[in-house]
């Protein structure tokens, strides 16, 4: 018998995980309608450039490219964003702004898999282009809080950045872009020590280190000794009073922020502000996250257009809800089995599965033509609400036999009013 | 700028075609509920070895098949049926049968695109594993007849066939399987001379095109003109037997069958009874199509099981829909934007959109910081159902401004009657 193993990083979601995905992937649905973000749906597989021309080296290394039969160089999206940004410089190039789109469906990404990251993954994506506005920001943070409040998730907190507060100190200190992205990075890993080792002016370590020792207290705290803090560094000023402006807006609608923190960095070397992740005890791994990213379309050779954009981990959701053992809402249809006494009424049987199909029940039609006795125990065993009973004298009356099988009672039923009766 | 086209033969789905596509995948995903069948997600990259075991030849040269960076033979998914047939050899061998297992997603073919066949496309995929009686076969047309339906399509019309009648009749004549996939392969491309030359038994050729003549009549007169025409050959006659019995059972549940037709052969080799496909006239390719597959299991190294799988083309039913320019049902939310008269009322103004929004409100928040006049005007322009204009004056009573830009009315609304007046 053959190994047939799903590829490794990747796997198969039974019954129950797929409707806990499909519920959270509907959620998401709705939140962008409620939202007014359009849906668009683009393709898994893109062409190699556009995918690299945003990402950064680490997601690059870890995209899985392959060539086509004809030869072009591809690879599975690894997130969304490239592809929305492909669309906004050429289909939705005149729209007007402020411009909202949405996507949903897995991604790729060739990670060393562990609990809760897997190589194929679902994200949700929402972009919001056009607005520099705080507002526009906030926007992003309030979407995510109403999908995981939706989605029926306990316990989740946000974290909110800005980049532009370490990014304008350390402009404004002289040290160049490629420096700060190291930098950066080094940080998103929590690699305190080697990201001040990549920094060779003394004064300018004393002062990011003083900046990152801001964190403690109650987020506006914070948010206000990180004002405080870089006070005369200008552009990190700006940065830090639209953090607490964010801060302001969020949490007056209810969102649960848990901390500001001064050394955010969460790794992509593209956000230019605000930047923020949603997290819930049990999981180690963030469920979703994004920020301000306004050089986007330009690298993709549109205007300068600003644009706030978040993606969430929905399979991470779909997990963190299991994990709290949430149960999803009922609203579960009616089962039923319908069973024809014998073969020649096979016909009339299948004619009452579809009446019952139209009004919305559930029917498993016994196709293994077992005996009367044993279609019934297996209903049991399955916990069907009812069994129809499809036989020659009752179908003389119009009329069939129909067992409740909650209740355990039997009773003979007009064929017409079945629907009705059964739903 | 740079050159970001899709891939060829793949797609950006935009906002009317995303949404048509997903309530083709909604009324999928409903007619399994409905069938009882379970939805399983399973992975789009799957190992070579595993789709190429069940895949005809032709299906393995237009596979996208790629090495993973841990050097795996890996491949995008070209159809579902592979990855269920692991499922059930695997996770779910110890399911009682009978078994039904649904999945919908993309899948991926290098195909020539042309209308309504693209590189990326999206299938619902329904098996029914389990049962060899004609009710299961009757099942899978009887979905497909109910999705169809579900998604308002109209004039669409079925063609059965029984791959057994041509089989039996071959193998009875010792024509052997490799010629006669041959056959059939050729049958399928309508090259019938092609087809014949590769029977070199004079009495073969004979009685196979006095078989494939039969066509023509109702559907019922086909029918019984193959039962008559194949007696004597014990396999073909229980084929056509058994074709006839399906006929009446999904005729008896109102299902449109167009044509039976004796030279019906549907390409893949590994049919072993019932075949059937979906068409509308607008459209020269099916809409779906299955049939009965009884070596499936066996296939991928489990006990023998009977089995029938039917898969829909959705992006077709899709096409299809948009060129009968069907309306989607309606049940739109109601559209509102929310402005604030001036910045320090942007918290508060943000919070009466998450009221809306809770209502199930669709609000599009004033986030580009505009003029009053110019946010009323852009509303307008994008029919938007209400206008909520915070303002300080209003806010002393909790109330707001609203317009309704249909009706062009504006009055002062209480914030908390708010949700209740534009739901």
Known sequence: MPNFQTVRG???????????????????????????????????????????????????????????????DVALRPEFTASIARLATTALKTEPKPLRVFSVGSVYRYDEPQRGRYREFWQSNFELMGSSNSEADAEAILL??????????QGYAFKIGNIGVIRGVLT???????????????????????????????????????????KGGTPFETAEKITEYVAGYAEAEAAADNLLEILQLVT?????????????????????????????????????????????????????????GVAHGLDRVALALQTQKTELPAGRRKTAVVIPVKPELKAEALKIAQLLMEAGVSVEFEVMGRKMGKA????????????????????????????????????????????????
């Open 172 to 214: 404004q200190m002289n040290v160049d872009d490629k420096v700060q992205n190291a930098v950066l990075q080094r940080m998103d890993k929590k690699e305190y020590y080697e990201a001040f080792k990549l920094l060779d002016n003394e004064k300018c370590r004393t002062v990011l280190q003083g900046l990152l020792e801001l």
């Open 10 to 72: 990747m796997r198969d979601l039974l019954a129950e995980e797929a409707a806990i995905l499909n519920f959270v992937v509907g959620k998401a649905r709705e939140t962008a309608q409620l939202y007014g973000y359009k849906e668009v749906i683009t393709p898994v597989v893109e062409p190699y450039e556009l995918l690299s021309a945003k990402s950064g080296e680490e997601i690059r290394q870890r995209m899985f490219i392959f060539k086509d039969l004809g030869d072009r």
């Open 376 to 423: 019934l125990e297996d209903a049991d065993r399955r916990k069907v609400d009812y069994a129809v009973i499809v036989g020659e004298r009752e179908l003389k009356d119009d009329a069939v036999v129909v067992k409740d099988l909650v209740k355990r009672e039997q009773s003979t039923m007009k064929i017409a009013e079945l629907p009705e009766k059964i739903s």
């Open 144 to 153: 995510t809080n109403s999908l995981m409040k939706a989605s029926g998730l």
């Open 252 to 308: 007056a609608s209810g969102c649960p922020v848990r901390a500001v923190e001064p050394a955010f960095a969460r790794g992509l070397e593209y956000y230019t502000g605000m930047i923020f992740e949603v997290n819930v005890p049990e999981l180690d791994i963030a469920l979703g996250g994004g920020g301000r990213y306004d050089r986007l379309i330009e690298v993709f050779g549109g205007e300068p257009t600003p644009a706030v």
